[in-house]
């Protein structure tokens, strides 16, 4: 093992870290928690679970340069009454960067990040997942529904990302903001970055490593440079006869550009037969945080779909 490799995994490496985001999911679950890994080509992809039940596994997505600590807000309530699971992506959270000679990092690829989640879903070994994106996990789970049909039960995209929606001034704006905030959170002292509880604590143990914020800039050009690709998978692809529920914001854009985005995002459940679509009033981009309920209906609603569906 490289000596990157048993840093990454000492009690302060990126094993410390996976246990700070289930202490915080801890506090805030009624049910057990417990942390997974997976071997992907020599780095470990990890994510932590919680609750059970007779449906499908609900597999939480997170939006771009997010760690699975976005969905503190859902993640309790859901695991009351189905098996979720909220992963890191590489490089993201608790999970290892990928590396090329000599332990340099890799930048993450479409197909990586898409055979990541592939990988997760069969090995819960549990069937289809219903698959939980927020922005671009709402992308992500769009392209396994397209490639791998097989291994999604339902979706519930939350406020997704669209290739034919960058406005530059946003993209612009978004760049900006991120380099900002990282340069913050780097430069900031140890006291002052995080509120003192267990997510907080959680939060700063993520944001502490340097290949993180390498990652979070490496996402966000991934999701600029990937839109022809993006626009050719849609094209040829179709998502599978599940059911689909669309959540568009309502808030946090000028008018013109919220009404252009939620118009996309309505279109993808007007493609597939069991789609709907619902905007969520006085919720900004992120409405898992803004209006976790609303979240929460959709999840339970689709999976208790799936569950029938997989009975009959």
């Not at 930048?107 to 922005?135: I, K």
């Not at 791998?148 to 530059?168: C, I, K, T, Y």
């Amino acid at each position: 093992m490289s000596t990157v490799r048993e840093a990454q995994n000492s009690p302060g490496g990126l094993r410390g870290v996976q246990e700070a985001i289930v202490r915080a999911f801890a506090e805030r679950t009624p049910v057990e928690l417990r942390p997974g890994e997976l071997d992907r080509g020599g780095r470990a992809l990890r994510w932590v679970e919680a609750g059970a039940g007779d449906g499908p596994p609900v597999v939480l997505i997170a939006g771009c340069g997010e760690s699975s600590l976005s969905w503190a807000p859902v993640l309790p309530v859901l695991a009351e009454r189905a098996r979720v699971v909220a992963y890191d992506r590489a490089g993201l959270g608790a999970s290892e960067p990928g590396r090329v000679p000599p332990a340099a990092l890799a930048p993450p690829t479409l197909d990586q990040q898409v055979g990541d989640l592939a990988a997760l879903v069969r090995h819960l070994d549990a069937g289809p997942a219903v698959l939980v994106g927020h922005s671009w996990g709402g992308q992500l789970a769009q392209l396994l529904a397209w490639r791998s049909p097989e291994l999604v039960a339902g979706l519930v995209l939350v406020d997704p990302a669209h290739e034919e929606f960058r406005p530059q001034s946003v993209s612009a704006a978004e760049a900006v903001l991120t380099r900002l905030h990282l340069l913050r959170t780097a430069l900031a002292p140890a006291g002052e970055q995080h509120s003192g509880d267990a997510l907080g604590l959680a939060e700063a143990a993520v944001l502490a490593r340097p290949h993180q914020r390498r990652t979070v800039l490496a996402e966000n050009r991934l999701t600029a440079l990937a839109v022809p690709e993006l626009r050719r998978r849609r094209a040829a692809g179709r998502l599978p006869d599940v059911p689909v529920a669309v959540l568009s914001a309502s808030d946090g854009l000028p008018r013109a550009l919220r009404s252009r985005w939620t118009a996309l995002q309505s279109r993808i459940a007007a493609s597939t037969a069991r789609g709907t679509h619902s905007v969520v009033r006085g919720a900004g981009h992120a409405i898992h945080a803004d209006r976790p309920r609303a979240v929460i209906a959709a999840v339970l609603e689709v999976s208790d779909h799936a569950r029938y569906v997989r009975k009959d």
